[in-house]
């Protein structure tokens, strides 16, 4: 499935988008532990992000379907 | 309507979309690009955001803002793209009868869109650096404890901001 990445998360990732070949539907918290092994380097971001699919924010022990992608967000610095 | 662009923000054309005879007090926010962060020259500044979510996250406390603190009007929009020092980063336009509620309600809608908005400071210094200002997790969904995180001012890492009341 399609993980986008934004702010931080992108330099980490190399990229803006990936996608991780897993089975869906997965549950959130799944899908972080594989993105987490196969970039090490998004490790250290992993406790501190927020997911979303299209406009709404989803807890990590919500299923995604991979219909859309998977957003991570870091920490927010608006303002 | 618009809450994230990326064209220079006008607040005079927020305080004409907001015009309001039955308010006495009006608020005018911008938070401004400043020069330096934590000691170090910063150069310019680029702002992203994620667009779908930000939007809709600016629409709800444009409505939060006027139902907690009684106020009339309440307009934000913020920025997104390079910017340079000096330049508006976010405009919160809000209008009441009286001043008090339009002050404490300016005041709470900076501290909570800097807590909300999924938007990302990336600071260019003039040493030819750049990095990502570290920022405040989004309390939904930063783990499954979300409901019982407390927001936490961010104020030490706030851009210059100008603060203009008009009654």
């Known amino acids: 499935m399609r993980i986008e990445f934004y702010g931080v998360l992108q330099e980490a990732a190399g990229s803006e988008a990936i996608e991780l070949p897993i089975d869906t539907p997965s549950r959130v918290a799944h899908i972080l532990e594989e993105l987490g092994e196969q970039i ?26 991979g219909d859309a992608p998977l957003i991570l967000l870091p920490p927010v610095s608006g303002g | 309507m618009e809450h994230i662009t990326d064209q220079v923000l006008d607040p005079e054309l927020l305080k004409r979309e907001t015009e309001n005879p039955t308010c006495g007090a009006l608020i005018v926010f911008e938070g401004t690009v400043r020069n330096h962060h934590r000691g170090r020259e910063v150069e310019r500044m680029e702002y992203t955001a994620y667009k779908p979510l930000a939007e809709r996250v600016l629409q709800e406390l444009e409505e939060e803002t006027k139902r907690r603190f009684g106020v009339v009007e309440c307009r934000i929009v913020h920025r997104i793209g390079e910017l340079a020092i000096g330049e508006a980063s976010v405009v919160i336009v809000v209008r009441s009868a009286h001043r008090g509620d339009a002050f404490d309600a300016a005041e709470w809608a900076i501290d909570t869109l800097k807590q909300r908005v999924p938007i990302w400071k990336n600071d260019f210094y003039a040493d030819g650096t750049r990095a990502y200002q570290d920022g405040v997790p989004l309390s939904a969904c930063g783990s499954d404890e979300h409901d019982s995180a407390s927001p936490r001012s961010s104020r030490d890492t706030q851009s210059g901001n100008s603060l203009h009341n008009q009654e």
Do not use: F, N, T, W
Request: proline share 12%.
């Open chain 1, 40 to 65: 090490p380097a998004l490790q250290s971001h992993l406790p501190r992000i927020a997911c979303a699919v299209g406009d709404e924010v989803i807890p990590r022990s919500e299923m995604v379907s």
